[in-house]
């Protein structure tokens, strides 16, 4: 085991269950995914209008086995071809996560393999490695239902956070929004398709940063704008345009995100940038990002496979924690429901 570093290449299985999706991935050498098996639970929760925790870990407990029975069949691997296992043990809802945990910990011993614990937030990143030539050191824009922050990828395993969210996360946000609209779970991609239809009528607040010193996210006073909005038209006895509310909210919600990874392209001087998290699906985000190349930047994105939650990010994640020299975990690891994002 620990002459794992020194192998010529290395195949990792990883197990990500933090939230509401069974993901169990074959990755190897950290860029090539073999298999990405994703058991999602939405249909389940978007009767409540989100994620309710004790059914997500019950579903975790009834999924885990079968996902990563059929991640390895589609790998076409076995227990001999895989070199280490990786677990995502934080950040998320602690009952979902221990599932992951366990599993992984009973494989590890079963097998005889090392065990990696891999952080939420490095597989995010990671994702942009998968398939993908991106090096450090780079900015990354990390926007998702648990985190918004501008982190310096420095190296594989060096990460320095550069600006954060004081209140919600961007992707949080938009659940929210989604659900005073009356639009369903998640709400990110159902903002976007109202958004297409609608036009960006109303002036929504956008925080503001002097410089890289300040540099700050938040999306509390967006989403009670738009609570506020949405109950003193109907006080008026008007009928809200989830259409142009939609369009309103996410061309306010995505002017912070690109407004802040400006500021941090501009202080750093750093033009190879990342975006990261559930959100970096949002086409409006991408477009905007692409016209950053008239700065000079370049800016990568993850397959959309791998924007949202999924083994394989953490798999690629572990590859990198294992070149760079990390120890393994141990069968004594346990599940975190924070950790820090750098």
Same mark, same amino acid.
């Given at each position: 085991?620990?002459?794992?570093?020194?192998?010529?290449?290395?195949? &990792?299985?990883?197990?990500? #269950? #933090?939230?509401?999706?069974?993901?169990?991935?074959?990755?190897?050498?950290?860029?090539?995914?073999?298999?990405?098996?994703?058991?999602?639970?939405?249909?389940?929760?978007?009767?409540?209008?989100?994620?309710?925790?004790?059914?997500?870990? =019950?579903?975790?407990?009834?999924?885990?086995? *079968?996902?990563?029975? $059929?991640?390895?069949?589609?790998? $076409?691997?076995?227990?001999?071809?895989?070199?280490?296992?990786?677990?995502?043990?934080?950040?998320?809802?602690?009952?979902?996560?221990? @599932?992951?945990?366990?599993?992984?910990?009973?494989?590890?011993?079963?097998?005889?393999?090392?065990?990696?614990? @891999?952080?939420?937030?490095?597989?995010?990143?990671?994702?942009?490695?998968?398939? *993908?030539?991106?090096?450090?050191?780079?900015?990354?824009?990390?926007?998702?239902?648990?985190?918004?922050?501008?982190?310096?990828? $420095?190296?594989?395993?060096?990460?320095?956070?550069?600006?954060?969210? =004081?209140?919600?996360?961007?992707?949080?946000?938009?659940?929210?929004?989604? =659900?005073?609209?009356? +639009?369903?779970?998640? %709400?990110?991609?159902?903002?976007?398709?109202?958004?297409?239809?609608?036009? /960006?009528?109303?002036?929504?607040?956008?925080?503001? *940063?002097?410089?890289?010193?300040?540099?700050?996210?938040?999306?509390?006073?967006?989403?009670?704008? &738009?609570?506020?909005? &949405?109950?003193?038209?109907?006080?008026? %006895?008007?009928?809200? #345009?989830?259409?142009?509310?939609?369009?309103?909210?996410?061309?306010?919600?995505? *002017?912070?995100?690109?407004?802040? +990874?400006? @500021?941090?392209?501009?202080?750093?001087?750093?033009?190879?940038?990342?975006? /990261?998290?559930?959100?970096?699906?949002? $086409?409006?985000?991408?477009?905007?990002?692409?016209?950053?190349?008239?700065?000079?930047?370049?800016?990568?994105?993850?397959? +959309?496979?791998?924007?949202?939650?999924?083994?394989?990010?953490? %798999?690629?994640?572990?590859?990198?924690?294992? =070149?760079? %020299?990390?120890?393994?975990?141990?069968?004594? +690891?346990?599940?975190?429901?924070?950790?820090?994002?750098?």
């Amino acid at each position: 085991m620990n002459g794992l570093r020194e192998k010529d290449s290395i195949t &990792v299985l990883a197990i990500e #269950s #933090s939230c509401d999706e069974t993901a169990c991935a074959v990755v190897k050498d950290g860029r090539t995914v073999l298999s990405n098996v994703i058991a999602t639970q939405i249909e389940i929760h978007r009767r409540f209008g989100g994620v309710v925790p004790e059914i997500a870990s =019950r579903n975790h407990t009834l999924a885990i086995e *079968s996902v990563v029975k $059929e991640a390895m069949q589609r790998a $076409e691997v076995s227990e001999r071809d895989i070199d280490a296992i990786a677990v995502t043990y934080g950040a998320g809802l602690l009952g979902a996560l221990l @599932v992951g945990v366990n599993f992984a910990k009973g494989l590890a011993y079963a097998w005889g393999k090392p065990l990696y614990a @891999v952080s939420h937030v490095k597989g995010h990143l990671a994702a942009n490695y998968i398939d *993908s030539d991106l090096e450090p050191p780079y900015l990354c824009l990390l926007a998702s239902g648990g985190h918004t922050a501008i982190v310096k990828v $420095e190296d594989y395993e060096r990460i320095k956070l550069l600006a954060s969210s =004081r209140d919600d996360a961007a992707g949080e946000a938009f659940d929210k929004a989604a =659900r005073v609209l009356g +639009l369903p779970y998640p %709400g990110g991609p159902e903002i976007q398709k109202k958004a297409k239809e609608g036009r /960006a009528v109303f002036d929504m607040p956008i925080p503001k *940063s002097n410089g890289l010193d300040d540099l700050y996210f938040s999306y509390s006073g967006l989403k009670t704008y &738009v609570i506020n909005l &949405v109950h003193k038209l109907q006080q008026k %006895g008007e009928e809200p #345009s989830v259409c142009d509310i939609a369009a309103s909210f996410q061309k306010a919600a995505i *002017s912070q995100l690109i407004d802040g +990874l400006t @500021v941090a392209m501009k202080s750093t001087g750093i033009k190879n940038l990342a975006i /990261a998290g559930g959100v970096s699906a949002n $086409e409006e985000l991408r477009k905007r990002a692409d016209g950053l190349s008239e700065y000079g930047a370049e800016v990568r994105y993850p397959k +959309l496979i791998y924007c949202t939650d999924n083994a394989a990010m953490i %798999g690629a994640a572990a590859y990198f924690m294992i =070149r760079s %020299g990390a120890q393994e975990s141990g069968l004594a +690891l346990d599940a975190r429901a924070t950790v820090p994002l750098a």
